[in-house]
């Protein structure tokens, strides 16, 4: 089945150690998406790719960097995780951008990152 | 700025009675997306509405879009445990490149 899979499913790592989150999918898609999910929030968009082109949201920190070497691999680094950066991240993808996109965004089961 | 807002955050719901979920968002879109989120899952699609006055039906849960009002619903008929869930509406601002502003979601518990 094609699909969006994140690892690993739970990530721990100490305060300041660099992480690095991956996404891979089968679907073929275009755009790749993380957004950070806190425990009882919202998920919020961090930034997308659209094929190779990089669009951060303003208010992303930049201790989050992202990498998208091919069509079917995304990641996300943390240069210096603190105790606030703790959060179940999901990638997610779709076919195409804003108003010719009719289709929802396909999730991945996320990656709960804990700070210790 | 877009805001979306959904309201009640928090359901606690016998089985077999019907509720509705409210979604209001604050600017033009013309598109409108119900997300459901079991405890330290992922997100799994619902429904999509595309137009104004768009209604899907699967199961128990019906969506409908108004995006004259910038409302959408989801109504809930003859609740069943299994829909205890939080459910998200989502919203991409029009104009934008596809990225969805989500509702902080609605926290369903079902009863016996």
């Known amino acids: 089945d094609a699909m969006v899979i994140q690892n690993p499913r739970y990530q721990v790592t100490q305060f300041g150690k660099p992480v690095t989150l991956s996404c891979s999918q089968t679907?073929?898609?275009?755009?790749m998406y993380w957004y950070q999910q806190k425990s009882s929030q919202a998920p919020k968009l961090l930034f997308h790719?659209?094929?190779?082109?990089?669009?951060n949201e303003a208010d992303t920190p930049d201790n989050f960097q992202s990498r998208r070497p091919n069509t079917s691999f995304c990641f996300l680094d943390i240069r210096s995780p603190g105790l606030g950066d703790a959060a179940m991240y999901l990638c997610?993808?779709?076919?195409?951008?804003?108003?010719?996109?009719?289709?929802?965004?396909?999730f991945g089961n996320g990656t709960r990152l804990t700070v210790t | 700025e877009l805001k979306v807002e959904q309201n009640p955050l928090f359901l606690s719901m016998q089985e077999g009675k019907n509720y509705t979920i409210y979604c209001n968002y604050s600017?033009?879109?013309?598109?409108l997306y119900w997300y459901r989120q079991d405890p330290g899952k992922s997100l799994e699609s619902l429904f999509v509405?595309?137009?104004?006055?768009a209604v899907k039906q699967e199961g128990r849960l019906m969506a409908s879009l108004d995006t004259k009002a910038r409302l959408s619903t989801l109504h809930i008929t003859a609740a069943v445990h299994d829909l205890s869930a939080t459910y998200f509406c989502?919203?991409?601002?029009?104009?934008?490149?596809?990225?969805?502003?989500f509702g902080k979601g609605t926290k369903l518990s079902v009863k016996p």
């Open positions: 997610a993808t779709s076919s195409r951008l804003g108003r010719l996109n009719n289709s929802p965004l396909h």
């Open positions: 679907l073929n898609h275009n755009v």
């Open positions: 790719y659209y094929d190779k082109d990089f669009n």
């Open positions: 600017t033009t879109s013309d598109r």
């Open positions: 509405l595309l137009s104004n006055g």
């Open positions: 989502a919203v991409v601002p029009g104009g934008s490149q596809g990225n969805l502003i």
